[in-house]
């Protein structure tokens, strides 16, 4: 069924120059942007998105690098689209990373590794609204 993800171009990737270039891998794999803006998430943004991770040893790194600099934060439609996204990106960390995938091909480390994609149907509409309102869907 068509359904829709969520994902954010992390600050390495806006810093790095290459949103131009997964954008266009994003939309090539036959997703729809349904939403986008380029955005720059507060600390307590970046610690309620991460929520999840707060036990982590790695939180507090975490909440730094996703406030160092601006995101591109969008909503993407597509048949499947929460498992085809994250086939795209790849593994978390770009090591184990496929070729071709977005993580391969443009992430540094585990710690920064270029883009986000939701894990669940469920999780990609509370992400998705937590950045869009509705009328900035479409
Ligand atoms: P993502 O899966 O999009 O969301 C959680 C993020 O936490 C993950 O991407 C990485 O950026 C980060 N992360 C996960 N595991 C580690 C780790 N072991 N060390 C550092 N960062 C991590």
Same mark, same amino acid.
């Given at each position: 069924?068509?359904?829709?993800?969520?994902?954010?171009?992390?600050?390495?990737?806006?810093?790095?120059?290459?949103?131009?270039?997964?954008?266009?891998?994003?939309?090539?794999?036959?997703?729809?942007?349904?939403?986008?803006?380029?955005?720059?998430?507060?600390?307590?943004?970046?610690?309620?998105?991460?929520?999840?991770?707060?036990?982590?040893?790695?939180? %507090? *790194?975490?909440?730094?690098?996703?406030?160092?600099?601006?995101?591109? +934060? &969008? $909503?993407?439609?597509?048949?499947?689209?929460?498992?085809?996204?994250?086939?795209?990106?790849?593994?978390?960390?770009?090591?184990?990373?496929?070729?071709?995938?977005?993580?391969?091909?443009?992430?540094?480390?585990? %710690? *920064?590794?270029?883009?986000?994609?939701?894990?669940?149907?469920?999780? +990609? &509409? $509370?992400?998705?609204?937590?950045?869009?309102?509705?009328?900035?869907?479409?």
């Amino acid at each position: 069924a068509t359904n829709r993800t969520f994902t954010m171009l992390k600050p390495d990737s806006v810093e790095k120059g290459n949103i131009g270039a997964i954008l266009e891998k994003i939309t090539a794999s036959g997703f729809r942007i349904v939403a986008m803006k380029l955005t720059h998430l507060t600390t307590q943004d970046a610690q309620a998105f991460y929520e999840v991770h707060n036990e982590r040893p790695f939180y %507090g *790194e975490l909440v730094e690098y996703m406030t160092r600099g601006p995101v591109v +934060a &969008a $909503i993407l439609e597509k048949d499947n689209a929460v498992e085809d996204f994250r086939t795209l990106i790849g593994a978390t960390n770009p090591a184990d990373a496929a070729e071709g995938t977005i993580r391969k091909l443009y992430a540094a480390s585990m %710690g *920064e590794n270029a883009v986000h994609g939701s894990d669940s149907d469920d999780n +990609a &509409a $509370i992400e998705g609204a937590f950045h869009f309102a509705g009328r900035e869907m479409f």
